[in-house]
């Protein structure tokens, strides 16, 4: 089945360390996407890329990094500059496009300790 | 800059009745498309419809249907026959054109909080 995976579900690291998610799709889209969500609120965008190689910053971009060295993947790191790293983490795709729908992963709950 | 704004936090309906959530957009473009999104407890989140800057119809799917008005700059989503499962949380969502593929950023807005009263 077609889909976009992210791992793991939960996640749990000690102030200061670095942690990478991961999110995997085989949709064959082009384009993917890092959201932040905080309990009872919207979806902020943390970076986005329409190809392989190149991405852009989104509008809370501080204290994250991407890479996006392959079509499937775009991992994201939460280093130890994000202040306050506790959140739900969403992952989606699209094809390319200004009226294609993005697909989402089940999201990674990040608790920082 | 591209800007969505949801103002009902929560908003409460009779089970079979019909609802409206409110969504307004700001941009300087002509060419965008507006999505709307469901996000049950759960956390995932259901693509619901979409509606194109251009598309002069309002868009429907199913029990879904957008009420888009350009001059405004609103993209209502209307759900008729509200169900119990429809409890959950509803975002608006924006793309803008960008690059040879036409393919920007995906903003959201704050969403609104449905409950579905029995």
């Known amino acids: 089945d077609g889909g976009i995976t992210q791992s793991p579900k939960y996640l749990f690291r000690k102030e200061g360390q670095n942690v990478t998610l991961s999110c995997e799709q085989n949709?064959?889209?082009?384009?993917m996407y890092w959201y932040r969500q905080d309990p009872g609120q919207g979806l902020r965008l943390i970076y986005y890329?329409?190809?392989?190689?190149?991405?852009q910053k989104g509008d809370i971009a501080e204290g994250y990094s991407v890479s996006r060295e392959k079509k499937e993947s775009f991992p994201l790191t939460v280093t130890s500059a994000q202040k306050n790293p506790t959140a739900f983490y969403l992952c989606?795709?699209?094809?390319?496009?200004?009226?294609?729908?993005?697909?989402f992963g089940q999201g990674t709950r990040l608790t920082v300790v | 800059a591209q800007k969505i704004t949801q103002t009902q936090p929560g908003m409460f309906v009779q089970e079979k009745e019909a609802v409206t959530l409110d969504c307004t957009y700001d941009t300087s473009d002509q060419s965008y498309g507006l999505f709307w999104y469901k996000q049950p407890s759960s956390g995932e989140m259901i693509f619901l419809i979409y509606?194109?800057?251009?598309?002069?119809q309002n868009a429907t799917e199913g029990r879904y249907s957008l009420n888009f008005q350009k001059a405004r700059k609103s993209a209502n989503l209307v759900i008729s026959a509200s169900q119990l499962g429809d409890s959950a949380m509803y975002f608006c969502a924006m793309r803008e054109a960008y690059g040879s593929s036409n393919t920007g950023k995906l903003i959201f807005g704050q969403g609104t909080t449905l409950q579905v009263k029995p």
């Open positions: 509606q194109g800057s251009y598309d002069e």
């Open positions: 890329s329409q190809i392989v190689n190149d991405f």
């Open positions: 989606a795709s699209s094809k390319q496009g200004l009226y294609t729908e993005a697909f």
């Open positions: 949709l064959n889209h082009d384009a």
